[in-house]
């Protein structure tokens, strides 16, 4: 990782805005058998509620246990309605199933919505998963390259701990890895969802993240925090259910978002944090990740979810959380990403025009920067431009190799120098190669001519 990129993460996720380092923000959240009836001031305090100027404030959002179309209508409305909100929510289509589905929101200034598939149709059968798994396409806002592409999973895994919930959380996890594999490449891809799944050794866990033989449909848990999840305090930051303690307390990791290989290799579109380091077991404020479970403390171990002196979201927001859930329900999960970088540069062509000849070089220069829209996405939230210098031709000189821009650092400024000790016409191209997905080559072509001078 970049000492750069690694020290703006530090300094933002330790910062008191949590919505300022929301570059693009993904989230998941089981709402509980939501038709769009009751809970909107609790939603509407939910999302856009400030506690120490930090908010939930998703940008993308995929959300399970809706009831009916009509709900997911009402849904969007609270999500632009509620005070503080952008007011750019849209929908994807709703599927209705054989039980209550996933739905996906996003925020129309920040990605491009390119369609869903039905995974698989869920059904009551016990040998089939309940519920439609679905798949959610997007580009992010001004992008076209394929590797600033993503899509999103929904999952809702069946509930409970016997045998046969296994083998159905297991065929649910076999059509979602198997469909990731068939995704065009380069494709960045999430799972989030409400996984009802007790330990990292469940099969059906194992198979979402194990590497095998076609590791292009694996998944990685971004916090690195494996084990027996299930009431046990040593996992009490990143436990999502259930904050009403309807069903016995904040004891259960059973939502979670997975993140593929390419949004955790510190490259280009990525996870804000280190998913080589494990997530802290003594704070939720963890710096190292920008991954959060909305509303848990830490404090709230095999209780209801700590009201209080909530130091994670405040006394209003947690009551909002407890009555959102429903009497027996989850806390949203979110996580934040850094958008790709965009190369600009000053000039595409470099005429010296005609010099004469002499011992000294002729200076010129051009400049490269990281364009990427920081007004949308913040300086921290665009990843570090990085990119080579070659030149093929005669007669200039121009430092090679490679470099690096950040999205704050203004802009590099590179030499070139004409050669004058031969007269004669020179021709040169410089080749900048970059991890701009969009365009990643430009070139700047150089010219010039020494005049021979004259001796008697």
Known sequence: ??????????????GLSCSAFAQLRVATYNISNYDGSDRTVELKSVFYGTFQSRQFAPDVIVCQEFLTGPSLTTFIGLLNSAPGSPGDWAAAPFVDGADTESVCCFRTSKVDFLGFVV????SSSTSNHPRNILRYDFALKNYTSESAKFSYYSSHMKAGSFENDKARRLIESQRIRTNAEGLPSGRAFMLGGDFNIQSSTETAYVHLVESAVNDSGRLFDPINRPGSWVNNGNFRFIHTQDPAAGGGGVDDRFDQILLSSGLIDGQGFEYIGDASIPFSNTTWNDPIHSYRCWGNDGTSFNLPLTITGNQNVGPTIAQALIAAADSSGHLPVFLDMRVPPKMAVSQTEISFGKVFQSSKPVKRTFSVMNSADVALWNLAGVSDLEYTVSVIGNGFLV??????????????SHEVWLDTRTAGRKSATITLHSNDPDVPDRTVTLTGTVIATNRR
């Open 119 to 122: 995974v698989s149709v869920g």
């Open 1 to 14: 990782m970049h000492l750069r990129r690694f020290w703006c993460g530090i300094a933002t996720l330790v």
């Open 399 to 412: 430092q090679t190799g490679a470099f690096l821009e950040g999205s704050a650092s203004g802009f590099n």
